[in-house]
């Protein structure tokens, strides 16, 4: 069988998609058997992880085996990931680095395009955003952590876990861990922090995603046991999640103020400074209960003009930048300073569609859309094949991913057809809203994509607005049609997409405005029952009836994964992750 | 004199006054800012909690007069996307580099217009003269962000003799953005100084300072220039103003922190007290210095009586 990956080995890995697919899917296919061993795995991890060096349950490989090893092993990316939840994830083949030019840099350099340091500064509990999340993480630590894989999870200040009951998972902590300004690691920091945002003096962003959690019993100064109001078999993957890292418990006390501004975690750096919209500078900590990083002094800057951050890589200024333009990879490439590296990203673009009103009330109105999109054309020509087409909404790695479901294909005709059968033979008018900047060529891909519709006799008149004024208009219905979203799932649950963007539960809370215009009680049903279903594989399934049922009711423009492009300066050796997590810790100089 | 002052501070008061309550009302009719302060991921229920956090949830004229008077008592409001920080000071703390950037450019476009313009106009027609306008010329048409990513390609990442980006109280850091700045505003001052010497040179004063035998240097510095200088001092009066509310696209190209981007991201983000409390520093500098304008005319003309 040719590996999947051979697809994105083109130059600017424009992914000849039809085969690619194919192959993936008959891959994919071929691990739906191997399925039921992923499933046992993930069994064991939800029922009883291992204790540090054990190895869980009957493991299919012996490299699974590896990435459930004692610590998140820093900066060691597995050679090829395993296929734990059946599914591969697609490389690309990305260039080695070069040989450095210049002097050794004196610090790291990291560049973001966007600053989400703002609302609740570096409190890291409180915001909702991946920027943030990905530079607080290199001063504070969770529980347990995603591996890269983003299937498997792995043990972080928890060393072990054991499901005692359906409410109720026991950790055992690290020892002999210490905060930056000394206090000690144990069960009451584990307690203060996980209720903290909880709390209605210090409440996360996303608290209500969190609610589950009831309690955190101390049971002794190492074993805590968190318990939930409700069986909420995601738990553990919740706990890797915003919000759920650990604080030095008597320092964040004195106030948010105080956790806003300063920082005392456990994680491998600590802060050296930082002030609203200042670079955030960070030194290794020595100290570290792993291994120390290599990297010593680290700057986290924002540089949000595209050209600039662009600049100042080839300038040699920046180590690392986000968020690289698809055609600025090949001078990237050829600068002699850089390369750019590639992944499948977590973040997945879609359209909302207004299901209330007419035509799109009609599902073979919103399968039609659908057949006319030509999603995978448009990431052909618009993003130079950087994008990873997918069925539904959900990222390939997450819990509950159906890998047999296929996209829907490029097919005017069909379109044409289920319009004439939806009594529309002329076809229809319709409107698609869209921003523009927040996303790689997000613009230029719904006006693609309004031009092929035209094609199927959907005449789309594209509305581009500005990203808070659509809200607005979201929130007054007045924006029927296509509708512009998007979502990076935290915790690769098919819970942490489906409640929180199509519930009935969740449209209800928005006052069933349009900013989560999505309600169908039958499929409702699907994913409530998914929610408190402790049995893995039942719970699987639950979440392939969900995603065929979403699927063919077409409730939203399915489109894309996100390929982020990171442009990484030749004095820097780092894998990329597929999560959006650039981690200074995850790096190495090349020497 | 302190007449006139004390009434062109009532009048500005006026004048700001205004300014701000246009700005309240307009951006409060554009959005709400707590679906942006939270991402995407905030549910409708933490939405709506924040908003009642914040106040957002009273009538708008409730939230009007409480700027009004938290401005009065110099107790400025919080900002929403800097939670913890007083409006104020995050303004505050970006206007040094704004003010250092534009004091930077209205040095190099003012000296060397002056020079240049002068230069131009005594020896018209010259080759020099040719030189300096189509210069200008093209200082005028090349567009602000081309001038700015062009210079950084060059200076930064073939020749790299300058940092491409960020802000720190150095030369080596303030040049290239400095040149971006200035150059339209060195191109237009060249321009209006060479036609503003013209017209003064062949004035009848200048032909009888010149009968006089009064040196030719004497004649263009004390006699002409200073003539010459009136409208000059309108433009830069104001191009200075328009730099002082923030050079918005040279600040995003060079990553150059100051109130211009401060000011974007505010209106990007709905950060209703950051948006109001810059506009009112910059209307408060803007009516400063069309104050220190009408001063100068009196030195420089006077025959302007300012009454």
């Given at each position: 069988?040719a590996?999947?990956?051979?697809?994105?080995?083109?130059?600017?890995?424009?992914?000849?998609?039809?085969?690619?697919?194919?192959?993936?899917?008959?891959l994919?296919?071929?691990?739906?058997?191997?399925?039921?061993?992923?499933?046992?795995?993930?069994?064991?991890?939800?029922?009883?992880?291992?204790?540090?060096?054990?190895?869980?349950?009957?493991?299919?490989?012996?490299?699974?085996?590896?990435?459930?090893?004692?610590?998140?092993?820093?900066?060691?990316?597995?050679?090829?990931?395993?296929?734990v939840?059946?599914v591969e994830?697609?490389?690309?083949?990305?260039?080695p680095?070069?040989?450095?030019?210049?002097?050794?840099?004196?610090?790291?350099?990291?560049?973001?395009g966007?600053?989400?340091?703002?609302?609740?500064g570096?409190?890291?509990?409180?915001?909702?955003?991946?920027?943030?999340?990905?530079?607080?993480?290199?001063?504070?630590?969770?529980?347990?952590?995603?591996?890269?894989?983003?299937?498997?999870?792995?043990?972080?200040?928890?060393?072990?876990?054991?499901?005692?009951?359906?409410?109720?998972?026991?950790?055992k902590?690290?020892?002999?861990?210490?905060f930056?300004?000394?206090?000690?690691?144990?069960?009451?920091?584990?307690?203060?922090?996980?209720?903290?945002?909880?709390?209605?003096?210090?409440?996360?962003?996303?608290?209500?995603?969190?609610?589950?959690?009831?309690?955190?019993?101390?049971?002794?100064?190492?074993?805590?046991n968190?318990?939930?109001s409700?069986?909420?078999?995601?738990?553990?993957?919740r706990?890797?999640g915003?919000?759920?890292?650990?604080?030095?418990?008597?320092?964040?006390?004195?106030?948010?103020?105080?956790?806003?501004?300063?920082?005392?975690?456990?994680?491998?750096?600590?802060?050296?400074s930082?002030s609203?919209?200042?670079?955030?500078?960070?030194?290794?900590?020595?100290?570290?209960?792993?291994?120390?990083?290599?990297?010593?002094?680290?700057r986290?800057?924002?540089?949000?003009?595209?050209?600039?951050?662009?600049?100042?890589l080839?300038?040699?200024?920046?180590?690392?930048?986000?968020?690289?333009?698809?055609?600025?990879?090949?001078?990237?490439?050829a600068?002699?300073?850089?390369?750019?590296?590639?992944?499948v990203?977590?973040?997945?673009?879609?359209?909302?569609i207004?299901?209330?009103?007419?035509?799109?009330?009609?599902?073979?109105?919103r399968?039609a859309?659908?057949?006319?999109?030509?999603?995978?054309?448009?990431?052909?020509?618009?993003?130079?094949?950087?994008?990873?087409?997918?069925?539904?909404?959900?990222p390939?790695?997450?819990?509950?991913?159906?890998?047999?479901l296929?996209?829907?294909?490029?097919?005017?005709?069909k379109?044409?057809?289920?319009?004439?059968?939806?009594?529309?033979?002329?076809?229809?008018?319709?409107?698609?809203?869209?921003?523009?900047?927040?996303?790689?060529?997000?613009?230029e891909?719904?006006?693609?994509?309004?031009?092929?519709?035209?094609?199927?006799?959907?005449?789309?008149?594209p509305?581009?607005?500005?990203?808070?004024?659509?809200?607005?208009?979201?929130?007054?219905?007045?924006?029927?049609?296509?509708?512009?979203?998007?979502?990076?799932?935290?915790?690769?649950?098919?819970?942490?997409?489906?409640?929180?963007?199509?519930?009935?539960?969740?449209?209800?809370?928005?006052?069933?405005?349009?900013?989560?215009?999505?309600?169908?009680?039958?499929?409702?049903?699907?994913?409530q029952?998914?929610?408190?279903?402790?049995?893995?594989?039942?719970?699987?399934?639950?979440?392939?009836?969900?995603?065929?049922?979403?699927?063919?009711?077409?409730?939203?423009?399915?489109?894309?994964?996100?390929?982020?492009?990171?442009?990484?300066?030749?004095?820097?050796?780092?894998?990329?992750?597929?999560?959006?997590?650039?981690?200074?810790?995850?790096?190495?100089?090349?020497? | 004199?302190?007449?006139?002052?004390?009434?062109?501070?009532?009048?500005?008061?006026?004048?700001?006054?205004?300014?701000?309550?246009?700005?309240?009302?307009?951006?409060?009719?554009?959005?709400?800012?707590?679906?942006?302060?939270?991402?995407?991921a905030?549910?409708?229920?933490?939405?709506e909690?924040?908003?009642?956090?914040?106040?957002?949830?009273?009538p708008?004229?409730?939230?009007?007069?409480?700027?009004?008077?938290?401005?009065?008592?110099?107790?400025?409001?919080e900002?929403?996307?800097?939670?913890?920080?007083?409006?104020?000071?995050?303004?505050?703390?970006?206007?040094?580099?704004?003010?250092?950037?534009?004091?930077?450019a209205?040095?190099?476009?003012?000296?060397?217009?002056?020079?240049?313009g002068?230069?131009?106009?005594?020896?018209?027609?010259s080759?020099?003269?040719?030189?300096?306008?189509?210069?200008?010329?093209?200082?005028?048409?090349?567009?602000?962000?081309?001038?700015?990513?062009?210079?950084?390609?060059?200076?930064?990442?073939?020749?790299?003799?300058?940092?491409?980006?960020?802000y720190?109280?150095?030369?080596?850091?303030?040049?290239?953005?400095?040149?971006?700045?200035?150059?339209?505003?060195?191109?237009r001052?060249?321009r209006?100084?060479?036609?503003?010497?013209?017209?003064?040179?062949?004035s009848?004063?200048?032909?009888?300072?010149r009968?006089?035998?009064?040196?030719?240097?004497?004649?263009?510095?004390?006699?002409?220039?200073?003539?010459?200088a009136?409208p000059?001092?309108?433009v830069?009066?104001?191009?200075?103003?328009?730099?002082?509310?923030?050079?918005?696209?040279?600040?995003?190209?060079?990553?150059?922190?100051?109130?211009?981007q401060?000011?974007?991201?505010?209106?990007?983000?709905?950060?209703?007290?950051?948006?109001?409390?810059?506009?009112?520093?910059?209307?408060?500098?803007?009516?400063?210095?069309?104050?220190?304008?009408d001063?100068?005319?009196?030195?420089?003309?006077?025959?302007?009586?300012l009454?």
């Amino acid at each position: 069988m040719a590996d999947p990956r051979q697809d994105l080995r083109t130059p600017y890995g424009s992914m000849s998609r039809n085969l690619s697919r194919r192959t993936f899917l008959g891959l994919a296919a071929g691990a739906v058997t191997s399925a039921l061993l992923a499933a046992c795995r993930r069994e064991a991890e939800q029922a009883g992880p291992p204790a540090p060096g054990q190895t869980p349950g009957p493991s299919p490989t012996p490299a699974a085996a590896q990435t459930a090893g004692p610590s998140p092993a820093p900066a060691e990316p597995t050679p090829r990931q395993e296929a734990v939840r059946g599914v591969e994830i697609p490389k690309f083949d990305n260039p080695p680095p070069g040989r450095p030019s210049g002097s050794k840099p004196e610090e790291l350099v990291i560049a973001w395009g966007v600053n989400q340091l703002t609302t609740y500064g570096i409190d890291p509990q409180r915001h909702v955003g991946t920027v943030a999340e990905s530079q607080l993480r290199h001063m504070y630590e969770p529980l347990v952590a995603f591996d890269r894989d983003l299937q498997t999870i792995v043990p972080a200040l928890a060393t072990s876990w054991e499901r005692i009951d359906d409410l109720t998972i026991q950790f055992k902590l690290r020892q002999g861990v210490k905060f930056h300004n000394g206090e000690p690691f144990n069960a009451e920091a584990v307690r203060y922090s996980i209720l903290r945002p909880l709390s209605d003096e210090t409440p996360g962003a996303s608290r209500s995603t969190y609610a589950v959690i009831e309690d955190v019993e101390i049971i002794d100064d190492y074993t805590v046991n968190i318990k939930t109001s409700r069986p909420d078999p995601a738990l553990l993957a919740r706990l890797t999640g915003f919000h759920m890292t650990i604080v030095a418990p008597k320092w964040a006390s004195q106030g948010p103020e105080v956790v806003s501004r300063e920082a005392n975690g456990t994680g491998p750096y600590r802060l050296v400074s930082w002030s609203p919209n200042e670079d955030l500078v960070l030194e290794a900590n020595e100290e570290y209960w792993g291994d120390p990083p290599e990297i010593k002094r680290v700057r986290l800057v924002t540089i949000t003009e595209q050209a600039t951050r662009v600049s100042a890589l080839r300038a040699g200024d920046v180590h690392v930048a986000t968020a690289m333009p698809p055609e600025e990879i090949a001078s990237i490439n050829a600068s002699g300073r850089a390369r750019a590296l590639r992944v499948v990203g977590n973040r997945v673009p879609f359209y909302f569609i207004t299901i209330e009103v007419p035509p799109y009330n009609d599902k073979r109105v919103r399968q039609a859309i659908n057949y006319a999109a030509n999603v995978q054309g448009v990431i052909d020509a618009i993003l130079l094949g950087n994008g990873y087409r997918i069925a539904t909404v959900l990222p390939i790695w997450a819990f509950g991913y159906d890998p047999t479901l296929e996209p829907y294909p490029h097919d005017p005709e069909k379109a044409k057809q289920l319009l004439a059968e939806a009594g529309y033979p002329n076809g229809i008018d319709i409107k698609i809203w869209y921003i523009q900047g927040r996303y790689p060529k997000d613009k230029e891909v719904a006006e693609a994509m309004a031009q092929e519709m035209a094609k199927a006799n959907i005449r789309c008149t594209p509305e581009l607005r500005e990203a808070a004024t659509l809200t607005d208009m979201q929130k007054n219905k007045e924006t029927p049609g296509l509708v512009f979203a998007s979502w990076g799932n935290w915790f690769f649950d098919a819970d942490n997409t489906f409640f929180p963007l199509f519930s009935c539960a969740q449209a209800k809370d928005y006052n069933f405005d349009w900013r989560r215009p999505y309600c169908n009680e039958e499929f409702d049903k699907i994913i409530q029952a998914a929610r408190v279903e402790m049995d893995v594989e039942k719970r699987r399934q639950l979440y392939a009836e969900a995603q065929r049922f979403f699927y063919d009711d077409a409730g939203a423009l399915f489109m894309y994964q996100l390929v982020d492009i990171y442009g990484v300066n030749n004095w820097v050796l780092w894998e990329p992750r597929n999560d959006e997590m650039i981690w200074a810790h995850e790096m190495k100089w090349n020497e | 004199m302190g007449q006139y002052i004390l009434r062109r501070v009532v009048h500005a008061f006026f004048v700001v006054l205004g300014v701000v309550t246009a700005v309240f009302v307009i951006t409060n009719l554009t959005g709400d800012p707590v679906q942006l302060m939270l991402g995407e991921a905030a549910t409708a229920q933490d939405i709506e909690r924040v908003r009642r956090e914040l106040g957002l949830d009273r009538p708008l004229y409730v939230q009007y007069l409480n700027f009004l008077s938290s401005v009065a008592r110099g107790d400025f409001p919080e900002s929403l996307r800097y939670r913890g920080y007083s409006a104020l000071e995050i303004v505050l703390a970006r206007y040094p580099r704004t003010i250092v950037l534009a004091l930077a450019a209205l040095l190099v476009s003012v000296v060397l217009a002056v020079v240049f313009g002068t230069i131009s106009a005594v020896k018209r027609y010259s080759v020099i003269d040719n030189v300096v306008m189509l210069l200008a010329l093209f200082g005028q048409s090349i567009p602000n962000f081309w001038l700015g990513i062009m210079l950084i390609l060059i200076f930064a990442v073939n020749l790299g003799w300058l940092p491409s980006q960020g802000y720190k109280l150095s030369p080596a850091y303030l040049i290239l953005p400095t040149i971006t700045l200035a150059s339209p505003g060195l191109a237009r001052l060249t321009r209006l100084t060479r036609s503003g010497m013209l017209e003064v040179l062949n004035s009848d004063y200048i032909r009888t300072a010149r009968a006089k035998g009064l040196r030719e240097r004497v004649v263009i510095f004390r006699h002409a220039f200073k003539n010459a200088a009136i409208p000059l001092v309108t433009v830069i009066g104001l191009d200075f103003g328009v730099l002082l509310g923030g050079a918005i696209i040279t600040e995003q190209i060079f990553q150059w922190d100051g109130v211009g981007q401060l000011l974007v991201n505010a209106i990007y983000s709905r950060d209703f007290p950051v948006i109001q409390t810059s506009v009112l520093i910059i209307a408060v500098s803007f009516v400063l210095i069309n104050l220190i304008v009408d001063i100068m005319y009196t030195w420089l003309d006077p025959r302007v009586r300012l009454t």
